[in-house]
């Protein structure tokens, strides 16, 4: 039995699917608008979970950024996408998975020259489990109240991923951050 390809979804300007290309490909200099996802998981505490990329990582090593992100293959559904990810890059079962930001795109240029060209829905999640790191994913994770977030962002914005940086501040403006009655968030 073949594995199943790695390509992922290329969207035409106004964000509507026109192909497809092997992830593995896709990430140059010149990269093409595509379609991926990122996820923010909350713990039983309501703390949450931050990754910091492999040093092996193409893009962006090392840096410290959201839960985690990926790329939903051709005609596979995107909350199939984020329940695959969580298990493969961080051991994780995901619930209560939500879309809060369904329309987020941003382009960003890492230190390497490499481009990152994403439509990137933004999802929210619960797990009761702890992370088993992937290790050609994720270097290491920390659970924090979104509170310490707010003060890495605004004390060293440049140790954090663009486009967790980018979806923080959306994510604000949608009252994301704030705290549920009762929550410490």
Do not use: I
Request: glycine share 6%; proline share 10%.
């Amino acid at each position: 039995m073949s594995a199943t390809p790695d390509l992922v979804v290329l969207l035409d300007d106004d964000g509507h699917p026109c192909g497809t290309a092997p992830r593995a490909t896709v990430h140059t200099t010149d990269t093409p608008l595509h379609l991926a996802f990122s996820c923010y998981v909350l713990d039983e505490d309501d703390r949450l979970l931050l990754t910091r990329r492999a040093v092996t990582k193409r893009t962006w090593p090392g840096v410290w950024t959201n839960s985690f992100c990926g790329h939903p293959r051709p005609g596979e559904d995107p909350v199939d996408a984020v329940h695959r990810y969580a298990e493969h890059e961080l051991g994780l079962e995901v619930t209560d998975l939500e879309c809060v930001l369904p329309e987020f795109r941003y382009r960003a240029v890492d230190p390497g020259g490499v481009v990152e060209n994403e439509v990137c829905p933004v999802y929210t999640a619960r797990t009761t489990g702890r992370p088993r790191h992937h290790p050609d994913e994720v270097e290491e994770s920390h659970w924090l109240p979104v509170p310490e977030l707010r003060a890495a962002l605004a004390a060293a914005p440049w140790a954090l991923s663009p486009w967790l940086r980018e979806q923080a501040a959306e994510l604000e403006a949608v009252g994301w951050f704030a705290a549920p009655a009762g929550a410490p968030r």
